[in-house]
């Protein structure tokens, strides 16, 4: 489906978009610019133990290809969009770091738009592909934190 290839371009849409309107009308944030480097940290890692998890099981990561395998372990144990959220925290970060309100309102709209428009499709794709393993894994695990 072709909507599944828009979460990289959501990404760089809500960046571009926080940045522009950061530039154009300054806004802090005013929370120490240290938290930033620490929550890009933590979403490095959220996105290094999920694709190590997704590489492990042999499946797709781009979620435009049907996946051979549903991935329970590592980050996906925790949530089941770490990558989304992984892109989610970056952009918080980097808000964080640039002491940027814009931008954390951008991460904000990334969450919802991620949500609304691709989430909500893949897991009906997903679904369909697993049955009730991935409804007892839906039960299990939120969809986010």
Not at 101 to 122: H, K, N, P, S, Y
């Amino acid at each position: 489906m072709k909507f599944l290839r828009l979460p990289p371009i959501l990404f760089v849409l809500w960046l571009t978009i926080g940045c522009i309107l950061q530039a154009r009308w300054p806004l802090p944030l005013h929370l120490p610019r240290i938290a930033g480097i620490v929550i890009l940290a933590l979403a490095a890692a959220l996105a290094a133990s999920a694709l190590l998890a997704l590489h492990r099981r042999q499946t797709a990561i781009e979620p435009w290809h049907r996946p051979s395998a549903l991935v329970t372990s590592g980050a996906f144990a925790i949530s089941r969009n770490p990558i989304y959220v992984s892109l989610i925290l970056i952009v918080f970060g980097l808000a964080v770091a640039a002491d940027a309100l814009w931008l954390a309102i951008a991460a904000v709209m990334l969450w919802l738009t991620l949500d609304v428009v691709i989430v909500r499709g893949e897991e009906r794709l997903v679904l369909d592909a697993f049955g009730e393993e991935y409804d007892a894994y839906r039960r299990r695990v939120r969809r986010w934190l």
